[in-house]
């Protein structure tokens, strides 16, 4: 209060530089509704209006700073970090506040060190251990100062932080040019404040003389100082002082200004009636632009959030300089990396993680018992591909993809069928293509000695039809290679089934008529071999083989194999394959290629020891059962094969099979025919 009653009285505190401070001068003017702007209360605490009515700040709140240090490190994707804190209240809250900034942000704290005043020398130690033991490093140690260190002019001058500061990012108080300011300060001159202790002493230590005691020359002046009094560079908490002043004297201007001339308004007072709930009031509205054309007012207690980046750079000679790196401003940060020096030396960020990224391709497994930020990267199974960093999981591909390699990316499974340029399918046209051949000679060596006993004793034209019908059972495989196709599919199995029925036919006939020729032999029997002459003999094959015919027509019309891609089959592969539409179309295939194999078998078995030098009924037994063994044996082996490999086995059991008749039937009579001469007559066919 000033005595002299003609001076304006404004009932505000501009002060409390520190949360202490304004929590208890607030606490103690509360009753008379004196307001209190504070430049450096910086507690969260002082936000709550209910407890500190009358409190403003133009410094803003520590949740921010630690908000903006948090968004550092998400911006920088420092996943790994440490925490050195003041062991009060000011420090955890800060570390409460930037965990729950950080949290599910991929952020984790490895070390927390509580310092306290009182036992700086032992917790600075521990400090400096706990950093140095930590992994909260790949690329380098990189610290982030809050503002009651980062623009500290002591520590930047300490030349033992030379090594371990150079490149700290700090978030600081803002700083702002104040309009007139600098003029002032350098116009200031001892004898025109002779009463003003500080400008004396100032004076006596910038130019070495008092103006007082001491005559000065009269030519000092500040215009032509460079120190730290003059600099205006670094006005934080002097414009926070200048807000506060102003946001006072707008708050008086607005008071004293009601365009209602009836001043006993409650909103409204004269220069001598001003009282603290109405300076409050009018604080409370505050909205102006300061002559920096920054907008300027208070939500509650606290104006805009803003601060300052700042970088500690090694100067050209050696020490260590602040240098302006971006702005915080309520929400937003405005940085430029580019001007940043970074404490490795390089102009790449610094990285700092518990584990490397996971490369796409790869999925993170949390490591049990530590933090989310450590974990192990597994590679993607077969079939599942991740493309981003980091992926907690690994997607499947779609049936119709598998996925690339690198397991980053779904391409189209390969198309695979048993083809012409495989291994296995030129090794398997070889054996057919053979198999034909040899069936071709013998073919012929049976048409070139055709008058012979050998040939014309063992049923001449079934022994043709025999050999035609064995032909086409090896060149009938060939229809299995290659890229199935609708035709393909339906003739494939068409010609597998007539041509074997066709084969098993003759053979049947033949075992028939060598029964039919004994058993006529016998009294009584005479016209049981009519039943068996040429034409009879043609006609069953004919009829055997229609049935056949007819089973494959009625299949094929109803349920055809169609080309179909196998999709149940793990791998980068889909085979394309004739799928069995109908079992039973199959089956009926199948069962009667059997039937008639059985039944030849067993009237081969009963006419194996009739009397003859060269029985070809014996022939017929053993062909038969080999051919049985194999077609038992496919069964199975059909049905658990893979893939291609389907084909293949069906393709191996006709191979087999037809080689199995060619060479029990065929190759004994061309031993005789060919080395043996001497036994192709029918004195020695006749010898029983």
């Not at 006529?520 to 039943?531: M, V």
Request: hydrophobic fraction near 45%.
């Amino acid at each position: 209060m000033n005595d002299n009653e003609d001076d304006l009285v404004a009932p505000v505190i501009i002060g409390a530089s520190s949360s202490t401070t304004g929590i208890i001068l607030s606490n103690l003017v509360a009753p008379l509704s004196t307001p209190i702007i504070s430049d450096l209360a910086s507690c969260p605490c002082l936000s709550d209006r209910a407890k500190y009515p009358n409190f403003f700040r133009t410094i803003p709140s520590d949740v921010f700073q630690s908000w903006a240090m948090a968004q550092l490190a998400i911006r920088f994707k420092w996943s790994w970090v440490g925490a050195v804190i003041a062991n009060n209240d000011y420090g955890h809250l800060a570390l409460q506040v930037f965990k729950k900034e950080t949290e599910g942000k991929g952020i984790c704290v490895d070390f927390i060190v509580p310092v306290s005043r009182a036992t700086i020398k032992t917790d600075a130690k521990k400090a400096a251990s706990t950093i140095q033991a930590s992994t909260a490093r790949i690329t380098g140690r990189q610290f982030i100062a809050s503002e009651a260190w980062s623009t500290s002019e002591e520590l930047i001058k300490n030349v033992a932080l030379l090594k371990v500061a150079s490149g700290v990012l700090g978030v600081a108080i803002r700083s702002a040019q104040i309009p007139g300011f600098e003029h002032y300060v350098r116009s200031l001159h001892p004898s025109l404040r002779p009463h003003d202790v500080f400008l004396r002493e100032y004076w006596k230590k910038e130019f070495g003389c008092d103006p007082v005691s001491q005559a000065c020359n009269g030519t000092e002046s500040l215009y032509e100082v460079h120190s730290p009094f003059t600099d205006m560079s670094q006005l934080r908490v002097t414009y926070n002082v200048y807000l506060a002043v102003y946001a006072a004297a707008h708050a008086l201007h607005s008071l004293l200004s009601c365009p209602n001339t009836d001043t006993s308004a409650s909103s409204c007072s004269s220069p001598h009636q001003v009282t603290p709930a109405q300076l409050l009031q009018h604080l409370n509205k505050v909205n102006v632009s300061t002559p920096n054309g920054e907008w300027f007012g208070f939500q509650g207690a606290d104006i805009q959030p803003k601060f300052d980046l700042v970088n500690w750079q090694k100067a050209p000679d050696g020490s260590l300089r602040l240098v302006l790196i971006g702005r915080v401003d309520g929400f937003a940060i405005e940085l430029n990396e580019s001007t940043v020096q970074w404490s490795t030396g390089s102009s790449q960020v610094p990285v700092s993680v518990c584990t490397i990224s996971c490369e796409p391709g790869t999925r993170k497994a949390i490591r049990k018992g530590e933090a989310v930020c450590c974990f192990d990267c597994i590679s993607c199974g077969d079939g599942e591909i991740s493309n981003r960093t980091d992926s907690l999981q690994c997607d499947r591909c779609p049936l119709e993809f598998w996925s690339n390699p690198a397991r980053t990316s779904c391409i189209p499974r390969q198309q695979d069928f048993l083809s012409f340029n495989d291994t296995l399918g030129i090794t398997l046209t070889t054996v057919a293509v053979s198999g034909a051949v040899v069936t071709t000679a013998v073919f012929v060596v049976f048409l070139y000695y055709r008058k012979t006993p050998m040939v014309r004793a063992n049923n001449k034209e079934l022994s043709f039809l025999l050999l035609l019908s064995l032909k086409l059972c090896f060149l009938c495989s060939l229809v299995f290679i290659g890229r199935p196709s609708v035709w393909s599919c339906r003739f494939q199995q068409a010609a597998f089934g007539i041509s074997f029925v066709l084969c098993v036919s003759c053979l049947l006939v033949k075992t028939m008529v060598v029964l039919a020729v004994f058993r006529s032999a016998r009294p009584g029997s005479e016209a049981l071999i009519k039943w068996f002459g040429p034409h009879q003999q043609r006609g069953s094959v004919g009829l055997f083989t229609t049935v056949q015919i007819i089973i494959c027509v009625v299949w094929l019309s109803v349920s055809p194999p169609e080309p179909h891609l196998d999709l149940g089959v793990q791998g980068s592969k889909v085979t394309l394959e004739c799928a069995m539409e109908s079992v039973l179309g199959f089956s009926l295939v199948l069962g009667y290629i059997g039937l008639l194999a059985c039944t030849c078998l067993l009237l081969a078995f009963l006419a194996r020891k009739l009397p003859d030098n060269f029985n070809e009924a014996k022939l017929i037994t053993f062909s038969m059962l080999i051919f049985c063994a194999v077609w038992v044996a496919f069964v199975p082996a059909y049905v658990s094969s893979p893939g291609k490999y389907v084909v293949a086995v069906e393709i191996f059991a006709i191979l087999a099979s037809s080689y199995g008749l060619l060479i029990c039937i065929f190759a004994p009579k061309c031993f005789i025919i060919l080395l043996q001469p001497e036994k192709n007559t029918k004195k020695h066919l006749m010898g029983k």
